[in-house]
T-cell receptor, first 113, second 109 residues
Framework: NAGVTQTPKFQVLKTGQSMTLQCAQDMNHEYMSWYRQDPGMGLRLIHYSVGAGITDQGEVPNGYNVSRSTTEDFPLRLLSAAPSQTSVYFC????????????FGPGTRLTVT | EDQVTQSPEALRLQEGESSSLNCSYTVSGLRGLFWYRQDPGKGPEFLFTLYSAGEEKEKERLKATLTKKESFLHITAPKPEDSATYLCAVQGGSEKLVFGKGTKLTVNP
């Protein structure tokens, strides 16, 4: 199993540009989530999904959009990038419709100039 | 609102010097408390889940304990490879995990 994969690993955007961070898992996990990690702030939940076709907002959802058309994929879209979205983004998944024992991807380091 | 506070922010130990990390929490209806380890430049790696006060779990040199207000991660005779940031998270009544800011542990040889 590849586990949780994220692409790209690094990305630089200009203010106002849009992009999609990709996340995929091959463990047949129902629960998937996106976090951002900033120095001194810890991990903060952006959006999560308890199964295909079901998504919900986390703690910091503004400026981000998600969809879950398959069990395997959970892309995160930045609609119009802002410098405040400079961060490291982690995707995670877990068995069942719960956050128990989440498996994290390697992260995407995003810089918005 | 669920909250998690970890202390200390950073901890330096000599190899073999045992210590504990603290995770204080407030949550409505605890469904689980989680410990993760995070190495620089990598995603967090799951260590333990604790579900109820009094529960303990062990893995190599690590032991996690839980009370109604806090959890401790005890590190016995640490080695340099135990150096990492240790994250605590709680799940209350929702499907969301709330993380603390972490404790950065450095173990010097």
């Amino acid at each position: 199993n590849a586990g949780v994969t994220q692409t790209p690993k690094f990305q630089v955007l200009k203010t106002g540009q849009s992009m999609t961070l990709q996340c995929a898992q091959d463990m047949n996990h129902e629960y998937m989530s996106w976090y951002r990690q900033d120095p001194g702030m810890g991990l903060r939940l952006i959006h999560y999904s308890v199964g295909a076709g079901i998504t919900d907002q986390g703690e910091v959802p503004n400026g981000y959009n998600v969809s879950r058309s398959t069990t395997e994929d959970f892309p995160l879209r930045l609609l119009s990038a802002a410098p405040s979205q400079t961060s490291v983004y982690f995707c995670a998944s877990s068995f069942g419709t719960s956050s128990y024992e989440q498996y994290f991807g390697p992260g995407t380091r995003l810089t918005v100039t | 609102e669920d909250q998690v506070t970890q202390s200390p922010e950073a901890l330096r130990l000599q190899e073999g010097e045992s210590s504990s990390l603290n995770c204080s929490y407030t949550v409505s209806g605890l469904r689980g408390l989680f410990w993760y380890r995070q190495d620089p430049g990598k995603g967090p790696e799951f260590l333990f889940t604790l579900y109820s006060a009094g529960e303990e779990k062990e893995k190599e040199r690590l032991k996690a304990t839980l009370t109604k207000k806090e959890s401790f991660l005890h590190i016995t005779a640490p080695k340099p490879e135990d150096s990492a940031t240790y994250l605590c998270a709680v799940q209350g009544g929702s499907e969301k995990l709330v993380f603390g800011k972490g404790t950065k542990l450095t173990v010097n040889p």
